[in-house]
């Protein structure tokens, strides 16, 4: 890859990992099954409240840093878009431009929140005057915008190093799962 183009993928590579740990943790939590809503919200419901929103809302913020352009103003971003200026091989570098704008498009929802409601307070939404609502977002927009963040690292992956990581597939053993099973055995005692 060379030094400049391999220190930016390895730092987006770590990113996205740490992006699909995160997601993992609150499909695990929160997208598997009704039981296990039931046991959080009678542990603590609350808390779990919390959890969900602050997971939810740290992964479309994620998604949306990854998708920002590679330059704000004077101040450099690592992003996505910081990739393709530092590839030599044309084909490659177009291909990987395609893929970029391909996961900016699918990104729209998750910038559209960030910029509403996550990371900004705009006054429109959050006194609910009459203005364009925010979109709908659901757990299968996230997976298509994670498989977008995917495609890009993986094709690079592919052309310098002939493999692919399976981002999604991170396996734990100390996450969620292992939380949810330990609620079930003290609840059933």
């Known amino acids: 890859m060379g030094k400049e183009l391999g ?17 993992q ?37 994620s998604i949306s840093r990854m998708t920002d352009p590679a330059k704000s103003q004077s101040n450099k971003n690592l992003t996505i878009f910081s990739l393709p200026p530092l590839i030599d091989d044309q084909a490659l570098k177009i291909e990987i431009e395609g ?15 960030r910029n509403k409601r996550v990371a900004h307070q705009d006054a429109g939404h959050l006194m609910n005057e009459p203005v364009r609502p925010l979109s709908g977002i659901s757990r299968a ?22 493999s692919e990581v399976f981002y999604q597939n991170f396996v734990d ?16 005692q």
């Open 25 to 61: 943790q609150y499909r695990q939590l929160f997208g598997s099954d009704d039981d296990t809503i039931e046991l959080l919200n009678r542990t603590a419901g609350l808390f779990f409240k919390i959890v969900q929103d602050e997971l939810w809302d740290s992964v479309l913020l």
């Open 99 to 113: 893929l970029c704008e391909a996961a900016f498009v699918s990104a729209k929802f998750a910038r559209e929140h």
């Open 173 to 188: 053993v100390s996450g969620a799962r292992v939380l949810v099973a330990k609620l079930r055995r003290m609840e059933s």
């Open 7 to 23: 220190l930016h993928f390895f730092a987006l590579h770590r990113k996205l990992g740490e992006l699909h740990i995160v997601w």
């Open 141 to 162: 927009h996230i997976e298509e915008m994670l498989s977008a963040l995917r495609n890009v690292l993986n094709r690079l992956e592919l052309h310098f190093r002939g």
